[in-house]
């Protein structure tokens, strides 16, 4: 727990390092739903990584089928379906 609070409070800061990046992708492959939404806002905002917003995306899509409300609202005020 306190290495996800670490990892979320990184992507936050804007300061997401290879580990930030590692932990959260393992999340995401994971089908952690909290990971997919950092892992999306990663790629959608370019932090630590290119910025790609149809990847990111897609993690907010994933994020959003399994319950994240965050996501589900984005997507839902951006018209997008999941």
């Known amino acids: 727990m306190a290495d996800r609070i670490w990892v979320y409070a990184e992507v ?25 939404a950092y892992l999306g806002y990663t ?13 990111g995306t897609e993690f907010f899509k994933r994020a ?8 589900q609202e984005l997507l839902r005020r951006s018209n997008i379906q999941w």
């Open 12 to 36: 936050v800061d804007g300061a997401v390092t290879p580990t930030t990046l590692e932990l959260l992708t393992k999340a995401a492959d994971g089908n952690d739903m909290i990971g997919l």
């Open 64 to 71: 959003a089928r399994l319950g994240e409300h965050g996501c």
């Open 43 to 55: 790629y959608a905002k370019g932090i630590g990584v290119a910025k790609d917003l149809a990847r």
